[in-house]
């Protein structure tokens, strides 16, 4: 069955430092999400993609995060200089109709900021 | 709030018991999700129910939408220790992208 893969599964950074996140959407799917949940909270929407542009970024993203798929599989999260509040689980997430059906989650990348 | 919230927090039944979890969310929606997360897990979709739908089956789940109400329950039957997760639900508020509440805990005692 096809599914979401992201790298790295865990990545311990210092703040300040840049971090990338990689996942590899569902081959077909054409609408592209990173969520993050720090531990034990709820999930935060922070952007979704389609089209090889943000459609909807939350107040969450801002100018130290930015998204990009830079060939045909891969999309990725940068985010810029890490803070300690950084800190959590970013899960991406793929779509083939967008809002109007489900997700399909990666198992996530647990970021952790020192 | 956009996202939806679900009601309780954290949910302790015995094996074969059925439980209920109830999600409200404050906006008009287009569509309304609920999706599981084992610890430390992705989110798995498991059932999607429209506006103009009011109950949806699958399997052990049933899912029924009050859009008066601006709510949705999500009922598992017969549940087993493998359904121990949190459950969240998700909806398109504003006609946004899917936003999450914080979930409920449901822990299934063998």
């Known amino acids: 069955e096809p599914e979401v893969t992201q790298t790295p599964s865990h990545q311990v950074t210092q703040m300040g430092q840049e971090v990338i996140l990689r996942c590899v959407p569902i081959?077909?799917?054409?609408?592209f999400y990173w969520y993050r949940q720090i531990l034990g909270q709820k999930v935060e929407f922070l952007v979704s993609?389609?089209?090889?542009?943000?459609?909807?970024k939350s107040e969450i993203f801002d100018d130290q995060f930015s998204v990009e798929r830079p060939d045909g599989s891969n999309f990725t999260l940068k985010i810029r200089s890490t803070k300690l509040e950084d800190s959590a689980m970013y899960f991406c997430?793929?779509?083939?109709?967008?809002?109007?059906?489900?997700?399909?989650f990666g198992e996530g990348s647990r970021l952790t900021v020192l | 709030s956009q996202q939806g919230e679900e009601d309780p927090q954290a949910l302790s039944i015995q094996e074969g018991e059925n439980a209920t979890m109830n999600c409200s969310y404050k906006?008009?929606?287009?569509?309304l999700q609920w999706y599981r997360q084992n610890s430390g897990r992705g989110l798995v979709h498991l059932i999607l129910?429209?506006?103009?739908?009011r109950e949806k089956h699958s399997g052990r789940l049933r899912v029924t939408l009050d859009t008066s109400k601006k709510s949705s329950s999500l009922l598992i039957t017969a549940s087993r220790a493998a359904d121990t997760a949190s459950y969240f639900c998700?909806?398109?508020?504003?006609?946004?992208?899917?936003?999450f509440g914080a979930g409920t805990r449901l822990t299934v005692k063998p």
């Open positions: 997430a793929s779509s083939e109709i967008g809002k109007a059906g489900e997700l399909f």
């Open positions: 906006t008009s929606i287009n569509n």
């Open positions: 129910i429209r506006s103009n739908e």
């Open positions: 993609f389609y089209n090889n542009e943000i459609s909807e």
């Open positions: 998700a909806t398109d508020a504003y006609n946004n992208d899917m936003r």
């Open positions: 081959s077909n799917h054409l609408y």
